[in-house]
């Protein structure tokens, strides 16, 4: 049988700092540019394992950096918060508002943002988190809503909060439930914006995942306690399935010093293969998992 297969190779790399730690200023300033790469992933830690899982943030950036125009049609309708009631679909639509609510602000579609802004307050107060998304926070968003890093900022800032809250207060289930809800959501923007503009570097982006979905699966099962998410692992595990199924190889290029920085980043060449049809069992079991979340 014939088939189509999709190879392509794109340069990454990871800066060392070998200087000092660096002024509050500078601190500041790699927050945010932490936040504002594209490459970069979230770590953060559940029971003492860490698990680093690509922000909603990043995603959204690279769909910007690669120029692939704003598609309201692929975001979840904000009028079916209402209809959630339970713990698990409310943890994880926050977490599928939050991605929505970042693509549009990253896209600079303030008075959509502001809909999603007011379903997710719906949320958390369903899920206890006013605290996280409260007043001052929604001031300091509409304030800022012509500036798309302070939004980034600000929005980052409030997931954090809730995070940490959900963690003291040992609800880690439901913390992990909105990352994994953030994570399928930007999963599904970025393979329905490369079925209708296929484009390498969100494709390489996808096709990464691999690692990440294995973390998702270990975390989910970590954390279900009483089977109640069995159908989402199972699919999950069905959607590795296709995953494993990618190539990807990393080869080494020459380390890049800046002297004047006292940086130096480090550099490798990732080549992927993808079968197409691969690749469209993907696209479709993604779409399968976001529907039955979002129904």
Not at 189 to 201: F, T, W, Y
Not at 257 to 267: G, I, P
Request: net charge negative; glycine share 4%; aromatic share 8%.
């Amino acid at each position: 049988m014939n088939k189509l297969l999709t190879t392509f190779m794109l340069c990454t790399g990871v800066v060392l700092m070998t200087g000092s730690c660096g002024t509050e200023e500078e601190k500041k300033s790699e927050t945010s540019k932490e936040i504002a790469d594209p490459n970069s992933s979230l770590t953060t830690k559940f029971d003492d394992k860490i698990f680093s899982i690509p922000s909603p943030m990043q995603m959204a950036l690279l769909l910007e950096e690669s120029k692939s125009p704003y598609n309201e049609y692929l975001l979840n309708d904000p009028g079916k918060v209402s209809d959630y009631t339970s713990e698990y679909k409310n943890a994880l639509n926050l977490g599928i508002c939050g991605t929505d609510l970042v693509y549009v602000s990253i896209y600079k579609q303030n008075s959509i943002a502001l809909k999603y802004l007011s379903e997710i307050e719906n949320l958390t107060g369903k899920l206890g988190l006013e605290g996280a998304f409260d007043k001052d926070f929604m001031t300091r968003f509409k304030k800022n809503s012509t500036n798309k890093d302070s939004m980034m900022m600000i929005i980052s800032d409030a997931f954090k909060k809730s995070d940490s809250f959900l963690k003291s207060n040992n609800r880690q289930s439901v913390s992990a439930l909105i990352l994994v809800g953030g994570w399928i959501e930007s999963m599904y923007i970025a393979c329905s914006i490369n079925k209708e503009h296929a484009n390498e570097k969100i494709l390489n982006r996808i096709a990464e995942q691999t690692e990440t979905l294995n973390t998702i699966i270990t975390l989910l099962t970590d954390y279900n306690k009483k089977g109640d998410w069995d159908e989402l692992i199972k699919d999950m595990k069905d959607l590795k399935f296709y995953f494993d199924q990618i190539s990807i190889k990393y080869e080494y290029q020459t380390p890049v010093t800046n002297a004047k920085t006292k940086t130096t980043t480090l550099r490798h060449k990732i080549v992927v293969t993808i079968d197409s049809n691969v690749e469209s069992f993907i696209n479709q079991k993604i779409e399968v998992i976001r529907s039955k979340i979002t129904e």
